[in-house]
């Protein structure tokens, strides 16, 4: 049952990020990815919520993200809190790169 609860929340997570999306962007005119934000901060709140209330599910990978860097600085592993925010957005990039890279070197392109 709670592989369900994941899948379903997975799909909400994914449906929700389009939609909001799509929303930004018909009603701004910059390329800035502010539905992506919008819907990592509004999974990060809802996952402290339910986290709180001691349910689970997910919105959006970042919520993890940001709930486990907030672990790590109450236990006062400042240091590590650090750096686990940090390594996760340069390696994340970095993979990001490294893919994008691959697929055009194997003619999908990248846009």
Do not use: D, K
Request: hydrophobic content about 55%; overall charge positive; charged content about 5%.
């Amino acid at each position: 049952m709670a592989i369900f609860g994941l899948m379903l929340g997975g799909a909400l997570g994914t449906l929700a990020r389009y939609l909001v999306t799509l929303a930004s962007q018909s009603l701004l005119t910059t390329s800035f990815p502010l539905g992506t934000i919008l819907v990592n901060v509004l999974g990060c709140y809802l996952i402290a919520l339910l986290t709180g209330l001691r349910h689970g599910g997910l919105l959006a990978p970042a919520c993890h993200f940001a709930l486990e860097g907030h672990a790590l600085g109450q236990e006062g592993a400042w240091n590590r809190a650090s750096l686990y925010v940090l390594a996760n957005l340069v390696l994340g990039y970095l993979a990001l790169v490294l893919g994008r890279a691959t697929a055009a070197r194997l003619g999908a392109g990248a846009p």
